[in-house]
């Protein structure tokens, strides 16, 4: 019999080798979805491929059952699935369950059924909850929620288990579909041995002779001709007359209608750049990195270099930071490559993604664009892979599986021979290492298309601002006055500050504590509008008008600043001007976002205030002035990117203005003018940046020069998840006393309380692992973990391990 490999839907490391019947032989293939026995249960699993693993075939089972008509995903990801859960030593299980459409996995359920007839004896004799779960049971099997839900009690397991004893019901595993499902159109066609029928009423002829002319239909649009056409179709189908069959059918997640546009005559230096990267499509594996000044057209070479792959037969993958993004880009390929083009965001519902996914798979769209977890969308062959905004830190994955999809990106280009390209106006160190290393190849844009200049950046001292009273602190003269002037010349303003809510630093009058989450090492932070106090960590909130924690006074300070502060003092200040603001708070409902996007760019906004939501990528020619609040909070995190991810947000923010014929200006208003985040940010120029930033990654041995890994522990007992990270240190330690080589090449940190020490009630601790070769930390994390699985496979405890961490908090 045939042997395959499956990876199950566990988090095990391991794949497992399973028989395939006879009959089943010709309907398995990799990519599909199997039923595996495993243990006492059954399982979804996921076939890998043959199997050459040599074991007695007794000893091995044989599949249940395939789930899948279509693969779910190429052959070709095998080897990308197997890479990436090699290299963050994360269950391969896990690996591809992340990166399918979710909810669409069937699961094993137990039913129960009453045993006997109604007169059952014991029934007089049991409890009101027996009796009652008996009452429900009488009507049919049914499950334990369905048997809570209808007797409006809470079930406990042992009163089924003693009830199943007692030989009063009995349970059965029956196997339910997952919730995401295909959407299926039923069609109805004539039937080819039915005879024609004499005495058919008017309807069902009509039925009869469209069906004739214009062959298969859906049965909703016969309901266009007569009225009622699904009975009719059925009362048809019984005759014999006519066949009903199911397809598939795509639920389209574009909103609006998009007008098909013609590419226009790119600039020399686009051409260029074209030219270049188009040379190595079809010649085997490469990466670029595209260092665009803002406003230079990338996403125009993108275009281009898209339709130059999808000329050669391959697909093209393109990734792009977050949803807002998406709509924008998706935009312009679709005005570009119409129907060719699939989205997979989180802003889908399920079905929608699984659709978009199926057409990817099918090869029904070429062209995929989507946020992080697109990259695992299912091309067999994918030519060009782009990665817009490759700086932008949400490509990594914080939560379950710990993965970056900018890196990832070119581990696939690699695994399948295709060009990798990574665009940005702020490239990461990391890539701009790689590009002085000879990993990555350089093209430049350095000219905005219409040949303004960058905007010109001036920066605003807070220092000196100590004297001025409340709000004028923060909209200083200065940026009152170029906001008043932009208003006038009937131009765009954009105002940053990288926090929202109202006040983020509430403090109590009486006592001095601060307000802080009851959850979280964090402060709370007030929202007037939703009159909360509110955790952004976890999402705990209180009333406004709570009193002090500490004291119980209803004195309470609201100090610190947010985007919904800045909003009301612009409010006071521009009585006139017509302002939104754009943050999480305020585009949580979905449309919200691409509402301020639309009247933005419709200009019924004058002013909009913004979290880093607004510095992403958009482009509205009419703003001319961009202010930045505070340009610091983020350059004091004790994280060693910090000055990293405050220049990327400060240059890309400040790229916002004067985009279009207008030139631009920039307020950027620091409490650290002398700063070579802020002076470099000042000039938009990142090889500064990089230049002194790269020293004092060089003198601490900081990525790129050395690799590192984090373990992240974390447990609701603050005791035990001490002593838990005490004995990881140790077990860390004993392993680099130990005479491997390998595992000498480690340098180990920690472990040390996290700096957010504790987060939605779970106590935070650390161990950094450092190296300077990949190698080796990937072997010592692997020997560590798997020589030591009872420790780390404590129930309590968290471990979760973090390859290339970019957030040290
Ligand atoms: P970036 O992504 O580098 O910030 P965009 O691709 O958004 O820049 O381009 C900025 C603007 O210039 C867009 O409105 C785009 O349509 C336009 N544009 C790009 N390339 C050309 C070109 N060759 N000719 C005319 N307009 C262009
Ligand atoms: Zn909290
Ligand atoms: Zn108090």
Redesign the pocket.
């Known amino acids: 019999m045939r042997q395959i490999e499956v990876a199950v839907s566990l988090p095990v490391h391991n794949t497992y080798t399973y028989l395939v019947s006879e009959a089943m032989a010709a309907m398995v293939c990799p990519g599909k979805r199997v039923m595996v026995p495993f243990g006492n249960r059954r399982l979804t699993g996921y076939v890998l491929g043959d199997d050459a693993r040599e074991y007695p075939p007794d000893q091995l089972k044989p599949i249940c059952d395939v789930i899948d008509e279509t693969p779910m995903f190429p052959i070709s990801m095998v080897g990308f699935f197997r890479w990436m859960a090699e290299y963050y030593v994360h269950p391969i299980g896990d690996v591809i369950c992340e990166a399918l459409p979710g909810g669409i996995n069937p699961a094993e359920s137990a039913v129960y059924e009453k045993v006997g007839d109604t007169g059952n004896p014991f029934a007089e004799k049991t409890g009101g909850l027996e009796k009652k779960i008996l009452q429900v049971l009488a009507a049919g099997p049914a499950r334990a929620d369905r048997i809570a839900k209808k007797t409006g009690c809470e079930i406990p397991k042992n009163i089924l288990l003693k009830m199943e004893k007692n030989n009063w019901i009995t349970k059965r595993k029956k196997i339910v579909r997952g919730r995401t499902r295909h959407k299926m159109q039923r069609y109805a066609r004539l039937s080819d041995t039915g005879e024609p029928h004499a005495k058919l009423s008017e309807p069902k002829t009509q039925i009869i002779d469209f069906l004739r002319t214009n062959g298969e239909t859906p049965i909703d649009r016969l309901n266009d001709i007569v009225p009622r056409a699904a009975s009719h179709v059925r009362d048809l189908a019984g005759k014999g007359l006519v066949e009903i069959t199911e397809k598939p059918v795509y639920r389209d997640p574009f909103g609006d209608a998009v007008e098909p546009d013609t590419p226009?005559?790119?600039?020399m230096e686009?051409k260029q750049v074209v030219r270049e990267a188009a040379s190595a499509l079809g010649q085997g594996f490469a990466t670029y990195l595209l260092a665009?000044?803002?406003?230079?057209?990338?996403?125009?070479?993108y275009m281009h270099l898209a339709a130059k792959t999808l000329e050669k037969g391959r697909s093209v993958l393109v990734l792009v930071p977050e949803i807002a993004l998406i709509s924008e880009i998706e935009r312009?390929f679709r005005a570009r490559f119409g129907e060719n083009v699939a989205v997979l965001h989180s802003g889908l519902s399920a079905g929608e993604k699984l659709d978009q996914w199926m057409r990817i798979a099918k090869e029904q769209s070429m062209v995929a664009i989507g946020a992080r977890s697109a990259i695992f969308a299912p091309f067999a062959d994918p030519g060009l892979i782009i990665v817009?905004e490759e700086h932008d830190t949400s490509y990594k994955q914080e939560n379950r599986f710990h993965y970056n999809a900018r890196d990832m990106a070119v581990v696939r280009a690699r695994l399948t021979d295709a060009v990798a390209l990574l665009?940005s106006?702020t490239p990461s160190i990391q890539s701009i290492s790689n590009v002085s290393t000879r990993k990555f190849r350089e093209l430049n844009?350095t000219r905005?298309?219409?040949r303004q200049g960058l905007p010109e950046v001036t920066l605003v001292d807070l220092r000196k601002q100590k004297d001025q009273r409340g709000i004028a602190r923060f909209i200083t003269p200065a940026l009152k006055h170029e906001i008043t002037d932009t208003l006038a010349r009937g131009e765009q303003v954009l105002l940053f500050l990288n926090r929202r809510g109202f006040a983020s630093h509430p403090v109590c009058a009486q006592c001095g504590a601060p307000q802080k989450c009851r959850n979280c090492d964090v402060t709370l932070t007030l929202h007037k509008k939703s009159n909360i106090y509110k955790c952004h960590m976890c999402g705990y909130f209180r009333a406004a008008a709570s009193p002090c924690t500490h004291c119980g006074s209803n004195a309470i300070k609201a100090l610190g600043m947010g985007t919904e502060k800045i909003e009301a003092a612009v409010r006071s200040l521009f009585p006139a001007a017509r302002i939104a603001r754009m943050d999480r708070d305020t585009t949580s409902r979905k449309g919200a976002l691409l509402k301020i996007l639309k009247d933005l760019k419709h200009r019924e906004i004058d002013i909009l205030v913004g979290t880093q939501m607004v510095a992403k990528?958009h482009?509205f020619?009419n703003i001319t002035l961009v202010g930045v609040i505070c340009a610091d909070l983020s350059l004091s995190f004790p994280d060693f990117r910090a000055g990293e991810m405050t220049f990327q947000v400060l240059a890309q923010v400040a790229?916002r203005a004067g985009?279009g014929a207008a030139p631009g200006k920039v307020i950027l208003q620091t409490y650290n003018p002398d700063h070579f985040a802020i002076t470099a940010a000042q000039q938009q120029d990142f090889m500064n940046f990089y230049n002194q930033e790269i020293r004092f990654r060089k003198a601490l041995d900081y990525p790129p020069f050395s690799r590192m890994l984090q373990i992240k522990i974390s447990g609701k007992d603050q005791d035990k998840t001490r002593r838990h990270a005490e004995a990881s240190g140790r077990l860390c330690r004993q392993l680099f006393a130990c005479d491997d080589p390998k595992c000498r090449a480690v340098e180990i940190l920690g472990p040390i309380e996290a700096p957010l020490s504790r987060v939605a009630g779970r106590y935070r601790w650390q161990i950094l692992l450092k190296s300077a070769s990949s190698a080796s930390l990937q072997h010592f994390i692997r020997r560590l973990y798997f020589e030591n699985n009872a420790h780390f496979g404590n129930r309590g405890i968290q471990t979760a391990i973090d390859v290339d961490p970019l957030f040290m908090m």
């Open positions: 226009p005559e790119l600039t686009q665009g000044v803002t406003g230079s057209g990338k996403t125009e070479v312009r817009d665009g106006a844009l905005r298309i219409h990528g482009d020619p790229g985009r």
